[in-house]
């Protein structure tokens, strides 16, 4: 039992690893100052069949069903879980805002903050604002409404006859969330259209786990690794609609449960699984998801500074956005992206390790 829970520790690892890298190459990958622009939207496209979907998968497979026990107690504990990470990298970059407009690493749209303006802003990220460059932390407001709704909704279904039809309910419930999802005059706060989106991949990882389904993976690896692949990267450069799903939902769907079952495989095919940096990536992909567009600062100073460029230009989010750029910029901004925020993560666990001593 024990070399069994650790294997599956380590697959998840991975695969968060492999999921994290496609959310960091994404953003190298695109800019929105004024509306998106990307020079390789055909390989975006394939990247958002993937990269966030497979975290909303991976905390449903984490999700421990005696939380429906306890429902009130388990959504505080998942409330806290998120919701303090999610207003501590805001409230940090909030702090910071006056100067890094000073250096040019924000925008210098509404001035400098005055105390006023620092309450304000202050207030706001508590009630759920996130700041200019955490935009990828909409991941965390939207996985707090998420694992509330799925405990509520698994202790109500747990319930009615002896929780006979449970996972049926769920199942019934995810679907019709789906299609609410759709909807456009649902609201917005929290990402709640991307929460109700999402409740379907976070079921799936829970029936994944409870009926072992990767015991049915894990017998042809490397030919649905393949096959998936094939049939993800096909998808990717003839339907746009990782960009725009609301083309057409059905295979936009389609599109995310194919490209999530080729990361599970892939990433259980020995020589993947064995790749320390990716298992080390995904354990730190929270720090990646929260500061890899910071870390991206680094390398647009470096490209103005190269090209002669106007500083103006490094308060661009997430990257500086040039035609043609070469290659080794979107490898240099990605590395960044990547490499600083888990270089944070482990002078914040050596800091930690020290303080409980």
């Not at 990269?51 to 421990?64: E, H, M, R």
């Not at 909030?94 to 210098?108: R, S, Y």
């Not at 109500?156 to 006859?161: D, E, L, W």
């Not at 064995?274 to 720090?287: A, M, P, V």
Request: with cysteine; charged share 15%; proline share 4%.
């Amino acid at each position: 039992m024990k070399t069994i829970m650790k294997k599956r520790i380590d697959y998840i690892d991975t695969a968060k690893g492999i999921s994290i890298i496609a959310v960091v190459l994404s953003h190298a990958l695109s800019n929105s100052n004024s509306g998106l622009t990307v020079d390789h939207p055909v390989l975006l496209n394939w990247l958002s069949f993937f990269n966030v979907s497979t975290f909303f998968f991976i905390n449903g497979f984490l999700y421990n069903e005696s939380c429906s026990e306890k429902p009130f107690k388990s959504i505080i504990k998942k409330f806290k879980a998120y919701y303090i990470p999610y207003i501590s990298y805001n409230i940090f970059f909030m702090l910071f805002h006056n100067p890094f407009v000073k250096m040019h690493i924000l925008e210098d749209n509404n001035g400098l903050y005055s105390i006023k303006d620092y309450f304000v802003s202050f207030i706001k990220v508590i009630l759920g604002k996130m700041q200019p460059l955490t935009g990828p932390m909409w991941f965390l407001r939207a996985l707090i409404l998420l694992s509330i709704m799925y405990i509520c909704v698994d202790a109500i279904s747990s319930r009615i006859f002896n929780g006979k039809f449970r996972y049926i309910i769920n199942g019934v419930t995810a679907i019709i969330l789906l299609l609410v999802s759709k909807l456009t005059f649902i609201p917005t706060t929290f990402n709640f259209p991307a929460a109700c989106g999402a409740f379907i991949l976070y079921y799936f990882g829970v029936m994944y786990r409870r009926y072992e389904l990767n015991n049915l993976l894990n017998k042809q690896l490397v030919p649905i690794s393949i096959i998936t692949f094939f049939i993800s990267a096909l998808i990717g450069n003839t339907f746009m609609v990782g960009i725009s799903g609301s083309i057409n939902p059905l295979m936009d769907f389609i599109s995310m449960l194919v490209s999530l079952i080729m990361v599970l495989a892939v990433s259980q095919i020995r020589p993947i699984s064995n790749i320390s940096i990716l298992k080390f990536f995904g354990k730190c992909s929270l720090e990646i998801m929260a500061l890899h567009m910071f870390s991206f600062k680094a390398i647009s100073l470096i490209m103005i500074k190269f090209y002669g460029y106007d500083i103006s230009l490094l308060s661009d989010i997430p990257v500086i956005r040039l035609s043609n750029l070469s290659l080794l910029w979107y490898i240099l901004y990605t590395a960044a992206g990547l490499f600083l925020p888990a270089a944070f993560y482990l002078v914040k666990a050596k800091v930690k390790s020290k303080i409980s001593h």
